[in-house]
């Protein structure tokens, strides 16, 4: 059995890895999720993962939920918080570094000349 923070580790490490593959978004790495948590790690059965599946499309919110409740399935609270940091990984703060850019670009100088010209 590995240890909880070897554990928590290999979470950081899968996920993190995955979330440079979800360019298409996060249900292009479903089949990659399942064979590592699955067959490879054997986190969760096929009943398990379907189950997990299911409750990630019905809530609200990202379609990525789905690490979250692996992460808490696997190694309860602190498992959720490590998809946090690896699960959104680069892939997470790309999109918020592209969305800085848009408020800077909407709030910034050049939007108040435009509507100061019109």
Do not use: C
Request: proline share 3%; charged share 10%; aromatic share 6%.
């Amino acid at each position: 059995m590995n240890s909880p923070a070897g554990t928590l580790l290999t979470l950081a490490w899968t996920f993190g890895l995955m979330s440079l593959l979800a360019i298409g978004g996060a249900n292009s790495t479903i089949p990659e999720m399942h064979r590592v948590a699955v067959d490879v790690q054997h986190w969760l059965s096929n009943a398990q993962f379907a189950d997990m599946f299911a409750i990630a499309q019905l809530s609200p919110g990202p379609n990525v939920l789905i690490v979250t409740l692996i992460g808490y399935h696997v190694a309860g609270i602190a498992g959720a918080l490590v998809f946090l940091r690896s699960g959104h990984g680069l892939a997470g703060q790309q999109a918020g570094g592209d969305q800085q850019g848009l408020d800077r670009a909407t709030h910034g100088r050049l939007q108040k000349s435009v509507h100061r010209k019109i």
